[in-house]
């Protein structure tokens, strides 16, 4: 069993839908981000939080909204998404980033479908 | 110009083969190097680090050269489970940022 755990693993939803993501990490890592990957693309980098601090937004539309209550869970709140938003969000986690070796671990991710 | 690129692809091989993949950086500052693995269907997971001095695991090889920017890896004696999206990852190593993925590049190894 991963020590990153997502849920749902699948989610179909209309686009006038509210829905979240959730995501926990049993790592005790200090860091956790989104990733959106969709087909033909590479992983794109959503949201990083580090000690519960969003510490990055990478040009995300505000229909994605991500929440970090505690270092080990991380929520991204969809509403009012496009088709285009169907994709597979990964979640990961770290311990740090500065240099070194920074190994990510991921969930097994959520596939969203958008209709 | 993305930030990391990588052979298209796909890479079909018998088993036994050697193939090497390779991955340029546009980020001059980049500082920490990896390859990712990709099984279809499933989350990525770390294969190895790279460093400046070449590293070898097992069958894998995994060589950086700065100031190319260049990255690449090697593997001999194919198997089939090798069969894999492989992933070229570069980070920054600045506090606020985070990993950037290459698109990938796919490995199927046959029999």
């Known amino acids: 069993e991963t020590g990153v755990t997502q849920t749902p693993r699948h989610l179909v939803m209309g686009m006038t839908n509210k829905k979240s993501l959730k995501c926990e990490q049993h790592?005790?890592?200090?860091?956790m981000y989104w990733y959106k990957q969709s087909a033909k693309k590479p992983l794109e980098l959503m949201f990083v939080?580090?000690?519960?601090?969003?510490?990055e937004n990478n040009s995300v539309p505000s229909r994605f909204s991500p929440e970090c209550p505690n270092s080990s869970h991380l929520f991204l709140h969809l509403h009012t998404l496009q088709p285009e938003d169907s994709a597979l969000y990964l979640c990961?986690?770290?311990?740090?980033?500065?240099?070194?070796?920074?190994?990510?671990?991921f969930g097994q991710g959520t596939r969203l479908t958008v209709v | 110009r993305k930030e990391v690129e990588q052979d298209p692809g796909p890479f079909n091989v018998p088993e036994g083969a050697t193939v090497a993949f390779n991955c340029t950086y546009s980020?001059?500052?980049?500082?920490?190097f990896f390859w990712y693995r990709q099984d279809c269907r499933k989350e990525p997971k770390l294969l190895m680090s790279?460093?400046?001095s070449g590293n070898e695991d097992g069958r894998f090889t995994a060589q950086l050269n700065r100031a190319s920017q260049y990255i690449s890896l090697l593997i001999r004696d194919s198997k089939l489970s090798d069969s894999a999206t492989y992933l070229c990852v570069v980070n920054i190593g600045q506090a606020g940022t985070a990993l950037i993925f290459g698109k990938g590049t796919t490995l199927s190894v046959s029999s």
């Open positions: 939080y580090s000690l519960e601090e969003r510490v």
């Open positions: 990961a986690s770290s311990q740090g980033w500065a240099g070194g070796d920074t190994e990510a671990f």
């Open positions: 790592l005790g890592h200090n860091a």
């Open positions: 790279v460093y400046s």
């Open positions: 980020n001059s500052a980049s500082q920490s």
